[in-house]
């Protein structure tokens, strides 16, 4: 890559050589072919060819009205602020619904991998409608202004990006791969245990019979005190944790909201300890679960969650795993009541059921899942870090900063 020289435009500054055209210029526009199918339509059409919408494959069905490759770009319900990946590509035989707009670019005139590249690199915000629901509509669709190199030079910088996506998803099948692996060892540790050969029918299911089933109610101490210390202490800094503040399926907390000095929202009455389990009850279907890290000592939590001190009988991290687990997973869909945000109270979740290994053997089975989720965990990271070098990237190549090499 080469420094370059620039020149001013209306959205910015470009290289020589460089234009700025309208999307209308050099793209063709097929949202008349596209046809929506209900749920149930598509329950009854199952097969395997995608079925697309504004974010992505929906579903699959048995037949296609699309065959090629094409940009799909969301029409609503997408997200349209810089590098949100507001488009995707498809290629082969799929579906579209009305959600998304399907485009392609002329012959001779673009790359659809560069256009890709450039959509959702740039902020659309500017050309959606609407506040609850924002809409890219066809019209102003056709009005989005991207900067424009020669072709040869839009080859190689499509070329170069696609090289850390191919990288990208590399990481992508690892990350699926140890996380199915996870997934079987679960199956298999918090069922059959390690090396048994003798089991028993129990309430919960086939258990080696060295083990118990037993109540978390009897197992934990399930904290019901109701405060808000933030009145107690108004000078001091509080983390919150909300549901959301959980990443699903990992037991990580994320995002947390400092709360200084200032009431606590009205569902922030938990104080939490290093080691103490936090399990949703408002959405335990969504598989919020995490454990307490030392840095959150003292710090309150939503009342969203029951919150577990673990007995001697059982470790922190084997809990942990457990309520992960189908069996928890479903006694809690059973339990729960309400309509459109069902929930479980405290005197419910003292009566979830979970089988009890011996702590020795505990211990051994969290160690063994701990390590695959250490090996996630790093080809998580791997995957940010490509993430970052993409954005990067983006921001040079994109804006015409670097100049590639024909």
Not at 272 to 293: E, G, Q, W
Request: aromatic share 8%; hydrophobic share 35%.
């Amino acid at each position: 890559m080469i420094e370059i020289s620039v020149k001013q435009n209306p959205i910015g500054k470009i290289p020589k050589g460089w234009e700025i055209v309208k999307l209308e210029e050099f793209i063709d526009i097929y949202d008349k072919e596209r046809i929506p199918l209900s749920e149930m339509e598509r329950a009854n059409r199952k097969g395997v060819y995608p079925y697309c919408g504004a974010n992505g494959v929906l579903d699959y069905i048995d037949d296609y009205i699309f065959e090629g490759e094409f940009i799909l770009l969301a029409e609503d319900g997408g997200s349209y602020g810089k590098f949100e990946n507001s488009c995707y590509m498809m290629n082969g035989k799929f579906w579209v619904n009305n959600h998304a707009h399907i485009i392609k670019v002329k012959k001779n005139k673009s790359t659809n991998h560069f256009l890709l590249y450039m959509l959702n690199f740039l902020d659309l915000r500017s050309y959606v409608v609407g506040s609850t629901r924002v809409k890219l509509n066809q019209e102003y669709l056709k009005q989005i202004k991207v900067s424009y190199p020669p072709l040869p030079e839009q080859q190689k910088i499509a070329g170069i990006l696609g090289t850390v996506d191919e990288a990208i998803a590399k990481v992508d099948k690892a990350i699926e791969k140890t996380e199915r692996l996870k997934k079987g060892l679960m199956r298999e540790l918090l069922t059959k245990g390690i090396g048994h050969k003798e089991f028993k029918d129990t309430e919960v299911g086939r258990i080696p019979k060295e083990w118990e089933v037993v109540k978390l109610g009897k197992i934990t101490e399930i904290n019901k005190e109701a405060r808000d210390p933030t009145k107690e202490f108004p000078q001091r800094k509080f983390l919150y944790i909300d549901i959301d503040s959980v990443e699903n399926e990992t037991g990580i907390i994320k995002d947390v909201k400092d709360i200084i000095g200032k009431e606590a929202p009205s569902r922030a009455r938990r104080v939490v300890h290093c080691n103490d389990i936090i399990m949703s009850t408002v959405r335990p279907y969504l598989k919020a679960f995490a454990i307490i890290p030392e840095r959150y000592e003292n710090q309150i939590c939503s009342t969203g969650f029951a919150v577990f001190t673990c007995k001697n009988e059982i470790t922190s991290l084997y809990l942990l795993y457990t309520l992960f687990s189908k069996l928890v997973i479903e006694q809690c869909n059973r339990m729960m009541v309400g309509g459109q945000y069902p929930a479980l109270n405290n005197s419910q979740v003292e009566k979830i059921k979970i089988p009890l290994p011996p702590l020795p053997e505990q211990q051994k089975i969290a160690a063994i899942l701990s390590t695959v989720d250490k090996k996630i965990d790093m080809e998580k990271k791997r995957k940010e870090k490509f993430e970052r070098i993409k954005k990067g990237l983006m921001n040079e190549l994109l804006t015409g900063r670097k100049r590639v090499r024909i």
